[in-house]
């Protein structure tokens, strides 16, 4: 049986590249649906040429969120207006940092994001996550506490589940490794302190900085997160190794055990 076309009014279809399927559709339009939608590309490509211009006079400061995020997509989507998309993808996920925090299939269940921009937008969240880890690597962590806390924010506070994260650091206090230990759901991740101290003396790591999230957004601690952080601590003390922090972090601010005094 022959497939039918794809249509661009159908809900339940979606070309693999939504790129290139937007780059294609004016060529197949005749009459007066061409003029429509020259009419309609040179408004968007106005719009662009002023949003560019604005961004590279004065800077970021002059955009809205969703003017950033605009600027973006229209790399990513060439020929498309994506004021909608940008303004639906922040109306989706709170903010622009939420934007870039989701799976690719919570990213595509936005009207006008397929696969391709979904994983564009994942990879640009990968190089800025990088980015912000670099500017730790070998450094003495414990001087660098603002960025350790940037970092991790930009890290976890948006993840749906929750992560145990440790940072492996020398007896200079210099990062190490950063790893993600163990990962469980919205509200629960199993930590194995012997693991924790197993891996700490794989790494030859002399002292450790603990960090989790909270899903819920509120990074108080619970009980079992002090219960949880006194026995790692009492597991690698023997064997020379130094729990720094807990850090816990929620989507609009973090807590440290050690700021509160709960370690």
């Known amino acids: 049986m022959t497939k039918p076309p794809f249509s661009p009014d ?11 399927f937007f780059a294609e559709q004016p060529a197949k339009r005749s ?5 429509a939608a020259q009419q309609e590309e040179a408004h968007y490509h106005g719009h662009r040429d ?3 211009t604005r961004y590279r006079d004065h800077g970021d400061t002059a ?9 973006l997509l229209f790399r990513l989507i060439p020929r ?6 940008a303004k639906a993808l922040l109306e989706r996920f709170g903010t622009l940092a939420g934007v870039f925090a989701p799976s ?3 990213l595509q269940e936005v009207k006008g994001i397929g696969e391709s921009v979904a994983f564009d937008l994942k990879l640009i969240s990968t190089v800025a996550h990088r980015t912000l880890k670099s500017e730790l690597k070998g450094k003495q962590v414990l001087a660098s506490w603002s960025s350790v806390i940037e970092y991790c924010h930009a890290a976890m506070a948006h993840e749906t589940r929750e992560q145990f994260r440790i940072l492996f650091l020398d007896k200079r206090n210099a990062l190490i490794a950063d790893e993600v230990q163990q990962t469980g759901t919205v509200d629960h991740t199993p ?3 012997r693991e924790v101290v197993k891996r700490a003396l794989e790494l030859s790591a002399t002292a450790l900085i603990l960090v989790h999230n909270h899903p819920s957004g509120d990074p108080t601690p619970s009980r079992a997160d002090i219960d949880m952080t006194k026995m790692i601590i009492e597991t690698a003390k023997p064997l020379g190794i130094t729990v720094h922090d807990h850090i816990i972090i929620g989507k609009d601010g973090h807590a440290s055990l050690k700021g509160l005094r709960l370690i």
């Open 31 to 35: 009459g007066l649906g061409i003029q």
């Open 80 to 85: 498309r207006d994506t004021k909608p998309i």
């Open 63 to 71: 955009l809205a969120d969703y003017e950033i995020l605009e600027l």
């Open 10 to 20: 159908s809900d339940d279809s979606q070309p693999a590249d939504e790129r290139g």
């Open 50 to 52: 002023r949003l560019r």
């Open 191 to 193: 930590v194995y302190p």
């Open 104 to 106: 690719p299939t919570l």
